[in-house]
Each structure stands twice: as C-alpha cells, then as structure tokens.
C-alpha cells in the first residue's frame, strides 16, 4: 500500500491500541493539580488534566521503557525511562515560552497565549507515546519495514516534514478517534477546561509532535516541539549524561536568555505576498550557547550512543527481534511473544514484553532468537573481532581506491541486503576456516553451531546534526529591526568540521561475533574486506583493540581439506 491507504490502514490499526488502553480508565480520581520533584530539573507543577493523560495507560507503559535502550547494560545508572524524560521535557517547554514571552510584552504576535502554552505542554507530554521496547531499539527495526517506510513518505509528501517513526507513532496516536473521545470526556467531566484544548485543537497538538504547524507564522510553537532547538533534545542531552554518568554540561540558562520567536526574511520577490515564517531561533550573540548544546550532543555520541558494547548488546537484539518478526509474518505461532507482524504491534510493547528478567530458549518458536535474549539477561555479550575506522584503513587519506572502498563499506550499512550478505560471506569464510586441518579437530562444535546471527556488522550512521539545518541567524539582538539581516547558522558555526572531525577520529565500526568464534571471524572479515568490492586492507590495531588472545595469522589458509 502507498499514499492515503498506508495512512488510513496504520490509523485504524492504531484506534484499536488507543481505544483498548483508554476504554476502562477512569480519570476522574487522578486528576489532581501535582508538584514532581525531577532530578535533573527540580520541582515542577503539573495542571490536573495533565495528571490524567499522564495516570493514563498510555503514559504509564512509557514508565517500563528506559530512554537509552539497553545502555543500562553497560552503564548500570542508565535506567532513566521516557517517563522521565516526558515530564522534564514539560518543565523545559514552559521555560522555553516564559523566556520567549518575557521579550515581547509588546508584540501580540509573538507573545504566547496562555492557551497556547497549555497546548504545547500537552504535545510534549505526549511526544513520546509513541516510543516502543527499549526507545530507539526497536525503532530502528519497526521504522525499517517496508510498511512504515510507505507511511514514513506519504507524511512527508502531505506535510513537507520527515519525523523520525517514534513521532510518526505518536502523532497517530494524539489524532486516533479514541483520544479525541478522551479529551472529550475530561471536557466533560470538567477536568479539561474548553478554552485549553477542544477536540478540533488535537490536531494541532499531533502536529506539533511531526514539527509541522498549518500556519507558518505559528511554526515556532511547534519547534519548541520538534524543531533544531527544541525541549525535547534540551532535556535528553543532560538527563542522558547525568544518568549514563559522563559529564556533559551547557548553559541552558544563558541558551533561554538568547532564544527566541523569530521572524524570518520574506524570500519572494515581492515580501508583502510571501507568508510571515516564524521560527524558534537564537540571535547571533547567543550562537556560544547553541555550540555547547552541539558540542555536548557530539561527546554523548562518543560516550554513550555510539559506545562500542552499547552497539553490540543493540545488535543483538536486532537480531533476535528480526527473526522473531520473520516467524510472525510467516504465521508461526509465538508461545508467550505478543504479535510482531506489523509495525504497529509495537505500540502495545513496553521492556519486560520483550525482555523478561528470564527466558525460555525456545520461546517465540527460534531458538536462536531465544538463545541471543537469554545471554544478554545474563550480560554474556558479544566480542569484537574487528575495528573498522578510517584511521586503521592503509592508504584511507593518500588512496582513492581505499577511500572508495570505505565509503562502500559505509553505505553497506545502510542497506539491510548488503549488510546481510556481507555477513554471510563472512560467516561462510570463518567456518573453512574452522575446517582447515589446522583447526577442524576443535572447531568441530562450533562450525555447526555458527549461523548468521551470531555475526554482527555494525555501520553507525554519522551523527546528526538537525541543530544547524535551516537555522537562520539575526545579526543584531533586535530581532524585530525592519532592516534585520539574516545569515545561516552554519556560517556562524561550522558544525560540519566538528561532525568531520568526529568521523576522522571518533566513528568506530565494528564486527562483533560470539566470544568462542572471534578469532575465526577476525580473520574472514579482514580476508573478506580485501576483495571486491572494497578492496580493503586493516593495519594491525583494528585487530589488536578486540584484544584477540591468539589471533589467526594469513597463512591460515595452509591445509584446508
């Protein structure tokens, strides 16, 4: 399906979620006016209909989902949930707006309606309904399918914007018919007061989570949403680091001081007929503040998102969930696993759904699959068997055949099929290996055991930097000067040097494989990586930092039957 069907066919499947979570809550009792106390953020007050939504079923299965997946495995703090993170990214929505209204008493136009304001808080308690097991996880797995990537382009032609799957979940969720009829009956009960939000303003409120707002001159109410700036990163980036532990730290105060409603530069020709576009942006002299925000961004990838034992556990699991998708769409009966043949199955899953404290090995019909979820409850994790860097590529910066076959190996890892069948061909190579007459007598158990699952090609794409995109910068403080001039925020601050920079230095690749197969998979992996088409040859340290007792040296090719 494509265009208005996938949309029409994701939406009645999500009504059904909607309605079955919201159908027997009463919100009646809950709804009390509440102070929260956030670690990172302090206390923060919360209205009553909010307590509702958030005492909601919707809202409390975001408490069993940690923010940073499985990162808990490695840092043993991280267990922070998208709960948390829902109610800091309120608290920061609201400083956000009294910092915006607190420059413009004389401006109506920028000036932020109290009605507003409640309804933006309400897209940000929202923005992550959406979120499934183990936060981006199992997004990276759903949001790939074939199904929601039809969707994912349909959004993108109806609103111009391209909001990552989670949002896209969520916003089908804010305008499911079941959560207008919720708004309606806290309307009712006189939990909802009219003025703040009315079943014709939930469309907005969806919209705002997809960044998207009908009225251009409006669109930084949704930035403060989903935007280059938005609450949302401004929570995540510090609740991340604090909880993880590395030290990350950027002056949100002087960040609120700076940013601002913006209105930007009319382009055609003639201004007076082109529409007023209202931007959340910074004037130039807040532009340092921005910078720490990036820059911590840049370290977190280094610390926690791309951290090499954080990619493994996350691949691992990827495998298991793909093969458990495999045996659902093929119609094979699950045992304990909840449904997984469409996308939006996932909506339904909180951690424990798919990660339980212990697992049978045969559960969900794969016993491979069962095998992979059973060994990261017991923290037995895959190894390295090698690291793939531009910095251990020989001739990476002096060799356009080598630069060529590493941009080739790169884009391998953003398709799925060649992703796979370079993996197999390694797979294949490491069980000759383990053939050979020099190994075979050992290997014997574990060349049947080797299966494509238990090796791992791990591609991190760059990190992203929506920070910088479409950002336009006022060269003076007085942003509502009729003589105003703009400049991109890239000719500010040239992020694309730092993110350069990470990619020469930082970015680390990896193959990963069961401990016992390690050397073995080492060794075909460089031998694989040597041929067409990448044509690629390692120097010893993308071996020597997966700290391989023995690694298997070239002459091991000698005597193979």
């Known amino acids: 399906m494509e265009g208005p069907e996938v949309l029409d066919d994701f939406q009645a499947r999500v009504n059904q979620i909607v309605e079955s979570a919201l159908g027997a809550y009463d919100p009646k009792r809950r709804a009390k006016e509440k102070s929260i106390r956030d670690a990172v953020w302090g206390t923060s007050r919360y209205y009553s209909w909010e307590v509702a939504i958030l005492d909601s079923p919707l809202l409390q299965r975001l408490r069993d989902i940690r923010q940073t997946g499985l990162a808990y495995l490695v840092y043993p703090t991280a267990l922070h949930t998208r709960f948390d993170h829902t109610l800091g990214m309120v608290a920061v929505v609201s400083r956000i707006v009294r910092s915006i209204n607190d420059k413009h008493p004389q401006r109506p136009d920028l000036l932020i309606q109290h009605a507003d304001h409640l309804r933006v808080r309400l897209s940000a308690l929202l923005h992550d309904v959406g979120h499934s097991c183990l936060s981006h996880v199992s997004e990276v797995i759903f949001g790939g399918s074939d199904e929601f990537r039809a969707l994912t382009r349909h959004v993108n032609a109806l609103f111009g914007v391209t909001p990552k799957p989670h949002e896209i979940m969520s916003w089908l969720v804010v305008r499911s018919t ?309 400049v991109p925020l890239t000719d500010v601050f040239p992020i694309e040097k730092w993110v350069d920079a990470y990619n020469a230095i930082k970015w680390r690749g990896h193959v990963f494989a069961l401990e016992e197969a390690v050397p073995f998979v080492n060794a075909a992996a460089l031998e694989t990586l040597r041929g067409i088409p990448y044509q690629l040859t390692f120097t010893a340290q993308a071996t020597d930092l997966c700290k391989i007792p023995e690694p298997i040296r070239p002459d091991y090719t000698l005597g193979i039957t």
């Open 178 to 486: 079941p959560f207008q009829d919720f708004i309606r009956r806290l309307a009712e009960k006189r939990i909802l007061p009219e003025d703040v939000c009315k079943p014709e303003d939930v469309e907005a409120m969806a919209n705002n989570i997809i960044g998207y707002r009908k009225d251009p001159s409006t669109k930084f109410l949704a930035d403060i949403v989903n935007g280059p700036m938005d609450a949302d990163k401004l929570d995540y980036l510090v609740r991340d680091a604090y909880f993880a532990g590395p030290t990350v730290v950027y002056d949100l105060e002087r960040f609120l001081q700076t940013v601002d409603a913006i209105e930007y530069p009319r382009e055609q020709a003639d201004a007076r007929e082109a529409p007023k576009v209202v931007r959340l942006s910074i004037p130039i002299e807040g532009v340092t503040a921005l910078e720490q925000i990036i820059i911590s961004k840049l370290m977190l990838f280094s610390y926690l998102y791309h951290h090499h034992k954080i990619r493994c556990v996350e691949g691992m699991y990827h495998e298991a969930l793909k093969r458990w998708i495999e045996q659902a769409k093929e119609g094979k009966k699950a045992g304990a696993l909840p449904p997984l043949d469409h996308p939006v199955c996932f909506l339904a899953l909180s951690d424990r759904s798919l990660l339980p404290d212990a697992w049978p090995p045969e559960v969900g019909g794969d016993r491979v699959a069962g095998e992979i979820v059973s060994m990261l409850t017991r923290r037995e994790l895959y190894k390295r068997a090698l690291v793939i860097s531009r910095l251990f590529i020989v001739g990476h910066d002096t060799d356009q055949s080598a630069k060529t076959g590493f941009d080739k190996l790169f884009e391998c890892g953003r398709d799925l099929h060649a992703s796979d069948a370079l993996r197999q061909q390694i797979v294949e190579r490491a069980r000759e290996i383990m053939k050979s007459k020099r190994y075979k007598e050992q290997t014997r158990e574990l060349a049947k055991k080797l299966q494509l699952a238990h090796v791992l090609l791990d591609i991190p794409r760059s990190p992203t930097v929506e920070e910088t995109e479409g950002v336009m910068v006022p060269i003076s403080s007085q942003a509502d000067r009729a003589d105003q001039r703009f």
